[in-house]
């Protein structure tokens, strides 16, 4: 006699080969991977002597004394090399290969931070805002009239300082506000989750950061200088954040994205999160110029 049996997720009955129990298969209905019950031995009282019936093949070529083939209906049997290779419907594991995020970044941000946050959401954060930070000071720097006696020294220097006020604005400022905005649509994100954003979506506009560095090395502080004469009206730094504009704009479209997965909600309300944000800094600025001129006004 066969095992008989159900499918413990579908419950679709499968009748089988008593040679196949213990053995793992899969339902074909549901998909599901689990083992082929073992049937219980019968008690000896009631054992019976007289020898099952066989079923008979009624095929003219195998004969009429060949037993049927074990039915298998509905279901396959996988052997246990390739069940120990076919990961289970309800297995823990990623299906999702972890690969380098400042790779991965670039045209998967969802994913990205999204492991970034199950997995560490401080991992590189500081480093990427510091170094987004001074890639914008080298690329809008230019030396003011009258200060000739600044050194390249000096420009290091006041790059590190305006990047560390640059990481505290983004940790203390931006981030909260971004934080805040996003709950108006329905966000679940925290400042924290907001800074991971910043800091991974700006990795397209950091590499431009080799080339302002190269550059500096090799022309020094005139880099930043206006040039006086025949050649370019343009310091050397601006041309080369201009022909970057392609990466910064990446940059903003992968913020979206990341802004849209730290508050899991859609790309739409990522886009109308930083409307928001924009509109009030606008709103801010509007009202911060007016006070002045009244204030001005006022005082004369």
């Known amino acids: 006699m066969g095992i008989a049996f159900s499918c413990p997720q579908c419950g679709k009955q499968f009748d089988v080969d008593p040679g196949l129990a213990g053995k793992k298969c899969r ?44 039915r298998r209906r509905g279901f396959e049997p996988d052997s246990e090399e390739r069940v120990a290779s076919r990961p289970e419907p309800d297995d823990d594991r990623p299906r999702w290969r972890p690969k380098n995020p400042w790779l991965t970044v670039w045209y998967s941000p969802r994913k990205t931070v999204r492991r970034i946050l199950k997995k560490d959401r401080e991992q590189g954060v500081m480093l990427l805002l510091f170094l987004y930070s001074i890639n914008r000071f080298l690329s809008g720097f230019t030396i003011p009239p009258g200060l000739d006696q600044l050194t390249l020294v000096h420009i290091v220097f006041l790059a590190l300082f305006a990047s560390a006020i640059g990481v505290v604005l983004t940790y203390f400022i931006a981030a ?24 991974w979506s700006s990795v397209p506009s950091i590499t431009v950061i080799v080339f302002q560095i190269g550059a500096m090395l090799i022309l ?3 880099m930043f200088l206006i040039s006086n004469g025949g050649g370019s009206a343009i310091p050397m730094n601006h041309e080369i954040s201009a022909t970057a504009i392609p990466l910064h704009l990446w940059s903003l479209v992968l913020f979206v994205a990341a802004l849209a997965e730290v508050h899991r909600f859609s790309i739409a309300k990522s886009l109308g999160t930083i409307v928001i944000v924009f509109l009030g800094l606008i709103v801010l600025a509007v009202g911060l110029a007016f006070f002045l001129m009244a204030a001005r006004i006022v005082n004369v």
């Open 220 to 222: 020094g502080r005139n």
């Open 27 to 70: 339902c074909k209905q549901c998909g599901h991977l689990f083992s082929i019950p073992v049937p219980r031995p019968a008690a000896a009282g009631s054992r019976s002597h007289a020898a099952p019936p066989v079923a008979r093949s009624s095929d003219p070529f195998r004969g009429p004394d060949a037993p049927l083939p074990p």
């Open 176 to 199: 909260p506000i971004f934080a805040v905005a996003g709950r108006m649509f329905g966000g679940e994100g925290d400042s924290e989750d907001v800074r991971v954003a910043f800091a």
